[in-house]
């Protein structure tokens, strides 16, 4: 019982040594994710009360209508990041290009970037269904006290060095993984604290569940249209129940607890899918496969695809890990 009281800013420095990098950057790091988020879950739960919810009136780099939260979000997250000197660079999806982030002394000696989706599935707001943050920390590759470069974002997913998502819902809860396992913590509101409630969270090798925008499902490529109808078929098995969000956090973090696929293909319209890699695909691949589950873009591990633009879109199919091998052997 003793475990489940740990906060999380007691597990981050109980786990420091589990880092490569032991030197207290990360853990800075952390908390000052953990901040940010308390002060998004706070907005987040006065939607409705205050005017936070609707469109902010602008589009994002993707043509993505911005909401009001997101922007709020984005700005929480960056100033927070800013503020305490911890990164060297920021990208986030809100914005068309990367941040340099210097110090009070005008220098980049910080060693790490920031990659983020401060508000993913912000329009479900005015509908009161879950949304979250997803981020991913990278060790810069330029050297420390240049300016940071485009290279030091453009880094295969093999290489993160801790990534993770909050989810904003019935309870607001910080999930993520420095490459040794995936804990999560649920906030206790009334005292303003994350404590640990799903310590070494692992994602079943068999599941139940297969989550897909079936609205899209004439486009998908046939490889695909056929593992749905698998997932449908009630001939020689109990057949798969259909669950979708369309809330990215929401719907991975609930196959993570109860077993299943998450699928965003590509389409004929949009053959590279809708999710982007550097700040959705690849944090959540990295903590799937932590979690012992499989992430791929139908042909290779996400993990290993090489980036070439900050903004850039894959498909992905990921979760229990015999079901992506069952979708891959359609494909």
């Given at each position: ?118 508000l993913d599935g912000s329009s479900n707001i005015d509908v009161n269904v879950s949304v979250g943050t997803i981020f991913s920390v990278y060790r810069r590759i330029s050297e420390p006290g240049t300016p940071v470069t485009q290279a030091d974002f453009l880094q295969k997913g093999i290489h993160q ?144 695809i090489e980036p070439t633009e900050l903004h850039q879109r894959v498909p992905i199919f990921c979760g229990s890990k015999n079901m992506v091998d069952k979708l891959e052997s359609y494909l």
């Open positions: 019982m003793e475990e489940r009281y740990t906060t999380l800013g007691e597990f981050i420095i109980k786990k420091q040594q589990d880092f490569a990098y032991s030197s207290g950057e990360l853990s800075r790091l952390m908390n000052s994710i953990r901040l940010a988020s308390k002060i998004v879950a706070q907005k987040v739960n006065q939607a409705g009360l205050v005017d936070i919810t609707g469109a902010f009136g602008s589009e994002n780099i993707q043509g993505e209508q911005q909401q009001k939260l997101d922007v709020f979000a984005n700005e929480v997250f960056i100033q927070t990041l800013i503020n305490r000197e911890i990164v060297c660079g920021i990208a986030s999806e809100e914005n068309d290009d990367f941040i340099t982030v210097c110090g009070a002394d005008g220098n980049n000696n910080n060693k790490y970037v920031l990659l983020m989706d401060p060095v801790a990534a993770g998502y909050v989810i904003y819902g019935s309870s607001t809860m910080l999930v993520y993984t420095t490459g040794n396992g995936v804990n999560g913590f649920t906030l206790d509101p009334s005292l303003g604290t994350f404590f640990l409630s799903h310590p070494d969270m692992k994602i079943s090798a068999n599941g139940s569940i297969f989550s897909v925008n079936e609205g899209n499902f004439n486009q998908f490529q046939q490889g695909v249209k056929d593992y749905i109808s698998f997932c449908k078929d009630d001939s020689n098995k109990k057949p798969y129940s259909g669950r979708y969000i369309g809330s990215l956090v929401a719907d991975v973090h609930r196959n993570i607890l109860k077993g299943g696929i998450y699928m965003y293909p590509g389409t004929t319209s949009k053959p590279n899918g809708k999710l982007r890699l550097l700040y959705e695909c690849n944090p959540f691949a990295m903590i799937i496969e932590q979690a012992g589950g499989k992430a791929t873009d139908g042909h290779q591990r996400i993990l290993e």
